[in-house]
């Protein structure tokens, strides 16, 4: 098993520029998350999934679109890109229960806006 | 709303014990712990449940109190591999608003 996939490992963008960034998971999870850390602010809970078709918004959604069509896939799409969203962004993903598991992160998403 | 941690940094010699706290003001239903290294993801510790029941390495110990909505990690006989920045995640009931983690207390083990 790959375990939880993120790409691109890095990325610059220009301020107003859209992208996306992809997570993928082949552990059949149906919980998955994004979050985003800056120096001083820990792990951010922007979005998260408990399965397709369903996701809902965490602590700082503001810039940020998630869709979930797949249980695999869960990207996250930056719409106008900020300098405020320059910072590491982590994915992760659980299988389901009655609690939130043991959270599988991928190895993040370096994004620089400038 | 992020869960508090305390203290936001320590400092140990190898074979030290430590203790970090975390505290949350809303109902929770678990508490996570985990552990990141410089540059890497962070990666699952243990978990600790309403009602008692625990989930995770043998060789971490935690506690969970409900009633003050407080957690403590204890790090005994600290060894140099544990240097790193420690994150607690609470999950409120019936997981509204996801897992939310704190700011992380970071551990430094010198020799």
């Known amino acids: 098993n790959a375990g939880v996939t993120q790409t691109p490992k890095f990325q610059v963008l220009k301020t107003g520029q859209s992208m996306t960034l992809q997570c993928a998971q082949d552990m059949n999870h149906e919980y998955m998350s994004w979050y985003r850390q800056d120096p001083g602010m820990g792990l951010r809970l922007i979005h998260y999934s408990v399965g397709a078709g369903i996701t809902d918004q965490g602590e700082v959604p503001n810039g940020y679109n998630v869709s979930r069509s797949t249980t695999e896939d869960f990207p996250l799409r930056l719409l106008s890109a900020a300098p405020s969203q320059t910072s590491v962004y982590f994915c992760a993903s659980s299988s389901d229960g009655d609690s939130y598991n043991e959270q599988f992160f991928g190895p993040g998403t370096r994004l620089t806006v400038l | 709303q992020q869960p508090v941690q305390s203290p936001q940094a320590v400092i140990l010699r190898e074979g030290e014990d430590a203790v970090i706290n975390c505290s949350s003001s809303?109902?929770?239903?678990?508490v996570h712990w985990y552990r990141q290294k410089h540059g890497e993801a962070p990666v699952f510790l243990m978990i600790?449940?309403?009602?008692?029941e625990q989930k995770g390495h043998e060789k971490i110990s935690a506690s969970f109190n409900e009633k003050k909505q407080q957690s403590s990690l204890y790090l005994t006989a600290s060894q140099l591999s544990y240097s790193g920045t420690y994150f607690c995640?609470?999950?409120?009931?019936?997981?509204?608003?996801?897992?939310?983690f704190g700011k992380g207390t970071h551990l430094i083990i010198q020799p």
């Open positions: 995640g609470t999950e409120g009931r019936g997981g509204a608003d996801g897992l939310t």
């Open positions: 600790l449940l309403k009602g008692g």
């Open positions: 809303k109902a929770l239903y678990s």
